[in-house]
């Protein structure tokens, strides 16, 4: 029996050199990355959405945050956030390398002392991969954040990590999935992405 995953994973567009060169180093540093399809969907919705503010929450070395910088118009512009300076500067040096680094900014500050006085608003997307057990109050921040019609995305929703990010994770998703300013789904991509656009 063919394992599915892989052969569609040899169907797909080779990974830019540089991503490639930002995961393997990522993996040999022990950090985790968000799956391949989870960030070949962040770009198709940059893409086809033309989304110019986007917010990212937990930037870790950068591969998710690339992965949208690449697929951003001209005047597109990311704020992520990461509280670790070394991880940050690791990412800076991505951003740069890709002639991106005038369209990222980074905040190194803990997301829910910057999300209250978050200066920008109607974005058109949020995306959240970091402490599932802060993903609540990662939500209702950011709600407000967007415009109507925006997208939030987190992800692990499906965490088999351990046992205490897997009860978060769990439980986060039924709140999400019911949430009255959101339509929301769960799709099986990765470790679980969840995905709701708003409605309110």
């Known amino acids: 029996m ?28 022990g950090l985790a990355t968000i799956p391949q399809a989870t960030a070949r969907l962040l770009s198709l919705l940059v893409h086809c959405m033309q989304a110019n503010r986007i ?28 509280p670790d300076i070394e991880r940050a500067r690791i990412a800076r040096e991505y951003f740069d390398r890709a002639g991106k680094g005038e369209q990222v900014e980074i905040i190194n500050s803990p997301a829910l002392d910057i999300l209250p006085r978050f200066p920008q608003r109607n974005l058109d997307i949020v995306f959240v991969d970091a402490d599932a057990a802060d993903y ?6 950011s709600i407000p954040l967007l415009k109507l019609s925006g997208l939030v995305l987190f992800n692990g929703l499906l965490s088999r990590g351990s046992d205490s990010q897997s009860e ?26 969840g995905i709701g656009a708003r409605i309110r």
């Open 55 to 82: 917010l990212e929450i937990g930037t870790a070395y950068g591969y998710a945050t690339l992965w949208m910088t690449l697929a951003l118009p001209p005047a597109g512009k990311i704020w992520t956030i990461e």
């Open 2 to 29: 063919h394992d599915s995953a892989a052969d569609l994973e040899t169907l797909q567009r080779e990974v830019p050199p540089l991503l490639a060169e930002l995961e393997a180093r990522a993996r040999c540093d």
């Open 136 to 141: 609540e109050a990662y939500l209702a921040q």
């Open 168 to 193: 978060h994770a769990g439980r986060f998703a039924r709140a999400f999935l019911n949430h009255p300013d959101l339509d929301a789904t769960l799709i099986p991509l990765g470790n679980g992405t």
